[in-house]
């Protein structure tokens, strides 16, 4: 048996979920009844300050008598308008009987009734007339003054909706009631500087326009005389839809200078501008204790750091000390030199001695 601890949670966990369903905006909704049921009015209705966009209205026919869809279902369109489109509540009365019209599909009468919907902030919603320029928006919802009411005459706005380089714009018509008694009296013109489209009459959630490139006019005209219609609800949208380039890393210059390396060439090139976590060279000289000396580490490396030397001292350094072998060689060459010197000056002291 559960506590009352448990069902107070139990209790606030059901009235949190139901609150996230009411105010979660712009999140689509769904609203349905079956036919058999007692009900014969669906109602729903979204927060103060949001309008209803009517998605999807259909019958459908449960396998598993659900009253609403589910996968498998067999479905038919209701593509009449709701008169509440664009307000805060809609009522949608149903037939009298326990099944709705006959879905040639499955052969089968409707047994319920569904239509997915989705509430629309007003803050989000522009006005044609009172706004001229969008360019920081990748979509949004545009109405002409006063909708869902009627609009009024003498009016003639423009707005211009501009996006990235690269994007087409898409326009849909949510809901369009403009005079046509004498073609298109009242219009929405629509200019993409590739081509123009005008508009008028009954339109409902309906592809009306895409643009070639990133920018798209829109004019509303309506003239003197009695008005007889809502005007438009229009939601645009950027396509192909942008991604978030991943923010480059922050990089800091270092103020390490480059070292320089010394090859057996004697030629120099550069490394890295890191230091390096041991030190050495091409050529070291560790046979003698002169060659070790105590230094500062600039590397805070312990121990004895080894100091070397480069190609051009070693050879200053092989100058300055001759080969054993080769000064014995040089000694007795130049002792050979002398000796026959003095062999050549007696040849020639007893020539001129006998002669």
Not at 259 to 269: E, F, I, L
Request: proline letters at 5%; aromatic letters at 8%; charged letters at 20%.
């Amino acid at each position: 048996m559960r506590t009352i601890f448990e069902h107070h949670k139990l209790v606030t966990a059901i009235l949190l979920w139901v609150d996230c369903i009411i105010i979660r905006g712009s999140e689509e909704s769904t609203a349905s009844v079956a036919f058999i049921s007692k009900v014969k009015e669906l109602t729903f209705m979204c927060n103060t300050g949001h309008r209803l966009h009517i998605l999807k209205t259909f019958y459908g026919y449960s396998y598993s008598n659900h009253s609403s869809f589910e996968m498998g279902d067999c479905i038919l369109s209701y593509t009449k308008r709701l008169s509440c489109v664009g307000r805060r509540s809609c009522s949608v009365k149903l037939p009298s009987g326990t099944t709705g019209p006959w879905i040639p599909t499955c052969k089968k009468h409707s047994s319920y009734f569904q239509v997915e919907y989705t509430c629309v902030s007003e803050s989000s919603i522009v006005d044609i007339c009172t706004t001229r320029v969008l360019t920081s928006m990748q979509r949004g919802y545009i109405t002409t003054p006063n909708y869902p009411d009627e609009y009024q005459a003498n009016k003639n706005c423009n707005l211009t909706i501009s996006v990235e380089v690269g994007q087409r714009i898409n326009l849909q018509a949510i809901d369009m009631s403009l005079q046509d008694n004498h073609g298109c009296v009242d219009y929405l013109y629509l200019d993409d500087t590739h081509r123009t489209h005008t508009l008028c009459g009954d339109r409902n959630n309906m592809n009306i326009f895409e643009s070639f490139i990133n920018i798209l006019k829109l004019q509303f005209k309506s003239n003197g005389d009695n008005v007889m219609g809502r005007g438009v609800w229009l939601y645009f949208k950027a396509t192909p839809t942008l991604t978030s380039p991943a923010p480059p890393r922050p990089t800091k210059r270092s103020t390490t200078p480059l070292r320089k390396t010394t090859t057996q060439r004697g030629s120099t090139r550069h490394t890295s501008r890191y230091p390096s976590p041991t030190l050495t060279t091409h050529k070291t000289i560790t046979n003698r204790p002169t060659d070790r000396k105590r230094v500062k580490n600039p590397f805070n490396l312990k121990g004895t750091v080894k100091v070397t030397k480069t190609e051009s001292q070693l050879v200053s350094s092989r100058e300055g000390k001759a080969f054993p072998a080769a000064e014995i060689i040089g000694g007795v060459l130049g002792t050979l030199l002398l000796i026959l010197i003095a062999l050549i000056g007696l040849l020639i002291r007893r020539r001129y001695k006998y002669s």
